[in-house]
């Protein structure tokens, strides 16, 4: 079992940074791949980045490829999605979810995930 929660969501204005912080309950979380996804009102939930377990490898959605950076310290138990060059297309709820062993791009692959953190960009 692990349990997610986000954090780091706010209110920023276009062009401006957000880290977001994802920390993990549990002992094994340095055996789970890790990804962040979005959802905007009104649209399906979308990919934004995943990484695996180990850190050393990572995937972006095209949208936010460049700007965004998903990064992991197991030692922490917490993965972390630094955003830059924010745009107001990116506002969004961003949840983190956590599945064994692989990344996967679609989120119906992932066994656990947090509440959200809500990110809102104004132009």
């Known amino acids: 079992q692990v349990q997610l929660v986000e954090s780091g969501g706010g209110l920023v204005q276009a062009g401006d940074s957000l880290r977001l912080s994802c920390a993990a309950s549990g002992r094994t979380f340095s055996s789970y791949a890790m990804g962040w996804f979005r959802q905007a009102p009104g649209k399906e939930r979308e990919f934004v980045a995943s990484?695996?377990?180990?850190?050393?490898?990572?995937d972006y959605a095209d949208s936010v490829k460049g700007r965004f950076t998903i990064s992991r310290d197991n030692g922490k138990n917490t993965v972390y999605l630094q955003m830059n060059s924010l745009k107001p297309e990116d506002t969004a709820v961003y949840y983190c979810a956590a599945r064994q062993p692989a990344p996967s791009l679609s989120g119906d692959e992932y066994d656990y995930w947090g509440q959200g953190t809500q990110v809102t960009v104004s132009s």
């Open positions: 990484i695996c377990w180990s850190g050393g490898c990572t």
